[in-house]
């Protein structure tokens, strides 16, 4: 049993009600029963190979196997600790592009979570006395897997690529960086074996406020995590809520940490939920989405040249008597 949903392959509190869609989970049939489920159900999950994400919810584990099927998305691991903005950030990018912005050459063409990104934008579509509405805090469960947002997205040329965004609760990388093998650390371990590259969030109100010694030393303990197994991996720095003043020397002190451990890809960029000066800081929420496409498409292996006589005719040709 998955949580608190009788079926096996729904995962009610990490991603919502996956069975029957139900947006409140009391009045799902499944859920918090403990009996087993019905034979009959259970033949039938068995024999439904991979299941259309239908409900629009942020998606599990089981959902992926049906985008995974036909393309390999990337999968952005949004990490840092709670509170350092992360859900604001991911659902002020979601608000930017639904207005049409470009994420690089890349614009919306779809998500198969649309529920699930319009459950935090909602929040910030919505101001009272112009004051901003923050999204809810994200519910620290003993998941295993987080919430992920789904986005597609499409250049002039016509090609698609997919994008899976991570949702966790910051608590998840607390336990993470004291202690891998924790049970409270799984979540945050399979964003870390999972994603092709990650935004480390480092809170600039915290950094700057009465807590300031402890804020630095976890940032320093999550990226000190991140960076040991990272290979090429890229990591962008997010200075989040850049709309409050960090004092330079504080920031300096975060990048010699980080980057005394070279590493090959790495960036820092300064967003908010407000826009800032000629929208410089919703510009850099778009660029860091857009760096980690980049590196990542870098990082692709070219395809090798091959010597043929006639290239335009790769099945006709062969290779030239010379070589
Ligand atoms: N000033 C300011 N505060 C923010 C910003 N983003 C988030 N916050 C504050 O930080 C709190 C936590 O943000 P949240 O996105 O839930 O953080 P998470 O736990 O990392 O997902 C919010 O409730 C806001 O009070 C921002 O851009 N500027
Ligand atoms: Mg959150």
């Not at 994008?163 to 979540?187: R, V």
């Not at 040991?228 to 809520?241: A, V």
């Not at 960036?267 to 980690?292: C, D, M, P, R, Y």
Request: proline share 4%; glycine share 8%; hydrophobic share 35%.
């Amino acid at each position: 049993m998955a949580g608190n949903c009788s079926q096996p392959k729904c995962y009610p509190e990490d991603s919502g009600c996956n069975i029957e869609g139900c947006i409140n989970l009391s009045d799902c049939k499944y859920y918090g029963k403990k009996d087993s489920p019905k034979k009959e159900d259970k033949q039938e999950l068995e024999n439904e190979g991979h299941r259309t994400s239908w409900t629009g919810n942020t998606m599990g584990l089981y959902d992926l196997n049906f985008l995974t099927a036909s393309r390999k998305p990337i999968f952005i691991g949004v990490t840092g600790v709670a509170s350092a903005g992360k859900t604001t950030f991911l659902a002020t990018l979601y608000c930017l592009i639904r207005q049409g912005a470009k994420i690089g050459e890349y614009s919306f063409a779809g998500s198969l979570t649309l529920n699930g990104w319009e459950d935090i934008a909602w929040y910030l579509s919505w101001k009272s006395n112009a004051e901003i509405q923050f999204p809810d805090h994200t519910t620290n469960n003993t998941g295993r897997v987080p919430g992920l947002l789904h986005l597609t997205l499409k250049n002039k040329a016509g090609k698609n690529i997919d994008l899976i965004l991570t949702d966790a609760p910051g608590e998840w990388f607390d336990h993470w960086s004291n202690n891998i093998n924790s049970e409270n650390a799984i979540g945050a371990q399979w964003i870390y074996e999972n994603c092709d590259g990650f935004l480390l969030f480092a809170d600039s109100d915290m950094l700057s406020g009465s807590q300031r010694g402890n804020a630095k030393r976890q940032l320093k303990q999550v990226s000190d995590r991140l960076i040991e197994s990272i290979n090429d991996r890229p990591i962008g720095l997010i200075w989040s809520k850049s709309d409050l003043e960090l004092p330079h020397q504080t920031k300096q002190q975060i990048i010699t940490h980080i980057e005394a451990t070279p590493f090959k890809h790495f960036n820092q960029f300064e967003t908010s939920v407000q826009e800032g000066a000629k929208g410089k800081f919703h510009k850099a929420i778009l660029e860091s989405v857009n760096w980690i496409i980049e590196v990542l498409n870098q990082n692709c292996n070219s395809l090798p040249k091959i010597s043929v006589a006639k290239p335009e005719d790769m099945f006709l040709s062969k290779r030239s008597i010379n070589e």
